[in-house]
């Protein structure tokens, strides 16, 4: 229904920045949030942040707040998630989320469509 795609990632040194961007294609129409989620080799999958996509209201995870901000652009269907001032503990693979649903947008299983992941990781 909805096919979202990451892309951006790479490898970074610490104290760096990052740009990613997930384009979502399908039923776009039917999109009421997306977010961006990561997960560490060995650890469970975290919330990052996620963004209305109508309202544009966003929300953050409190390790990312004040270095991460979180955009979209509705008439290209992507969302945007750049990273600022990077280190070891943002390294992970990136995942973006679509919801179709409202919610709270901070637990995975509200979210209905997921990307691929794009790896970032940031060397100390």
């Known amino acids: 229904q909805v096919q979202l795609v990451e892309s951006g990632g790479g490898l970074v040194q610490a104290g760096g920045s990052l740009s990613l961007s997930c384009a979502a294609s399908?039923?776009?129409?039917?999109?009421?949030?997306m977010g961006w989620f990561r997960q560490a080799p060995g650890k469970e999958r975290e919330f990052v942040a996620a963004?209305?996509?109508?309202?544009?209201?966003?929300l953050y995870a409190d390790s990312v707040k004040g270095r991460f901000t979180v955009s979209r652009d509705n008439a290209e269907n992507t969302l945007y998630l750049r990273m600022l001032v990077l280190n070891a503990e943002d390294t992970g693979v990136y995942y973006c989320?679509?919801?179709?649903?409202?919610?709270?947008?901070?637990?995975?299983?509200?979210?209905?469509?997921w990307g691929q992941g794009t790896q970032v990781t940031v060397s100390a």
């Open positions: 963004i209305s996509w109508m309202g544009g209201t966003t």
């Open positions: 399908g039923r776009t129409s039917s999109m009421y949030a």
């Open positions: 989320a679509a919801s179709v649903f409202s919610g709270t947008y901070y637990y995975s299983y509200e979210y209905d469509y």
